[in-house]
């Protein structure tokens, strides 16, 4: 029995001296005694970082959008640039000509109502003249008494309001006063001086079939055509604006043609 009760002491003894660190596979309950302030503050912050990466990422991503905006409306402004461009049909050349029927033209015309007009010294005289669904063509024909007179076709492509032909026209500012001259000095070629408003004003519905140069109408009768190249209205420009002191006595008519 002695045996015995030395033998169980020992064993306990033994075991009360081991502890768990020494068996492999078992962990200490001491190791997950940790300091509750440390495991919160490091899920805080995990936490934290987390929440405030999301925001910077969207606030990156909106600038992306709005850089895309202006390139869209640089786009549309394009488009609405060539539809405005494409609005304005192909202009084909006009024709002319010069016939020595002087005589001729200018006894018929004397005898047709508003077929001799007066352009007075700086004025410029614009025969409107709409396309008509029953022709195919405008043409006219003019001739003047003992001098030049400049002259220019021009087509304006807005839409039609009235199928009547009708006369504008535009006052010069030059007073008469000015110096002694009859005429500006003619050189060949020349376009008409002070012509900058019948050349469609800076209008982008208006294009230039012929510009304005001085015509020896005078000695032959000047005449011409033009086929429609689409629905508008042409204007055509008699410019006296370069005489001083000179008015002119125009014989003039235009008429459609199938």
């Not at 405030?52 to 709005?66: G, I």
């Not at 400049?150 to 006063?177: A, K, L, M, N, Q």
Request: proline share 5%; with cysteine; aromatic share 8%.
């Amino acid at each position: 029995m002695e045996k015995l009760d030395s033998t169980s002491e020992l064993l306990q003894s033994r075991l009360s001296s081991l502890s768990f660190s020494s068996f492999p596979g078992v962990t200490s309950h001491q190791g997950d005694t940790a300091p509750p302030d440390r495991l919160q503050s490091t899920d805080l912050s995990t936490g934290s970082r987390l929440v405030d990466r999301q925001p910077e990422m969207e606030s990156r991503e909106e600038p992306s959008q709005t850089e895309k905006e202006p390139e869209q409306t640089r786009t549309s402004s394009s488009l609405s640039t060539s539809e405005v461009k494409a609005e304005m049909p192909p202009l084909k050349p006009a024709t002319t000509w010069t016939s020595a029927a002087m005589k001729e033209l200018k006894a018929k015309l004397r005898a047709e109502k508003d077929a001799v007009v007066t352009v007075y010294r700086g004025d410029i005289m614009t025969v409107h003249v709409p396309t008509v669904p029953e022709a195919k063509k405008v043409c006219w024909e003019f001739a003047t008494d003992g001098y030049d007179i400049g002259f220019g076709v021009y087509f304006d492509c807005s839409p039609v309001t009235s199928r009547s032909i009708t006369v504008h026209v535009s006052e010069s500012s030059d007073d008469e006063d000015e110096e002694d001259e009859l005429e500006a000095p003619v050189s060949n070629g020349d376009v008409e001086k002070g012509s900058k408003s019948s050349r469609g004003g800076g209008s982008s519905s208006v294009a230039e079939i012929l510009p304005v140069y001085r015509q020896d109408s005078h000695m032959a009768v000047c005449g011409g055509s033009h086929e429609f190249t689409g629905d508008g209205t042409y204007l055509l420009k008699f410019d006296n604006s370069y005489s001083l002191w000179r008015n002119k006595t125009l014989y003039y008519r235009v008429h459609y043609s199938a």
